[in-house]
């Protein structure tokens, strides 16, 4: 019975140490992801937070989100209200009216979607009206190397082709053939 027991207890250890050696490499995982959505223009936060929540069997609320980040309140509460503003995430319905908890929109196609409709299509339009104002015929651009110019119109006429046939394709994590 004792021997049993003992057993019973090692067990429970073990099961332990890998429950909190997964939860440490999840944490690992979501940072990372965090670093690379960065380069995106987001914070590594964001990127973290979307992590644990894309992976997570079931919605998560603020508090889940510090245990399983180390990080606090102040900074994972604001980010859920931008995830959920580019539609990255939403709130999903809780257990009561005193906590509100979260999931990860699971079409990874439309996330990455939404971003780019929403963020880099306003900014290279933007790039495209500033670049024809600066061209106009009342504009000085004397000072401007014209090769250089037209150069530069190539680049922002083609980045706007690219994200276009982007944007059209229907699965964008297949590549055309």
Known sequence: MRLSIVHSNMN???????????????KKLSLSIGD?????????????IWTQLYLSKSPLSCT??????????ALISPALDELCKYKLIFEAPAPNDKVRVYSAEK?????????LKTRELKILKQIARDFSDLKQKDTDISEVSLERLES????????????EVILDQKDLMKLPC
């Open 152 to 163: 530069l119109e190539e680049m922002i006429f083609s980045a706007n082709v690219m994200l």
């Open 12 to 26: 429970n250890m073990k099961s332990k140490l890998k429950s909190q050696k997964a939860s440490n490499q999840l």
């Open 64 to 73: 889940d989100l510090t245990v399983n980040l180390g990080l606090s309140k």
């Open 36 to 48: 690379f959505i960065r380069y995106w223009g987001f914070r590594r936060i964001h990127g973290a």
């Open 107 to 115: 079409d990874v196609n439309e996330v990455i979607r939404q971003i």
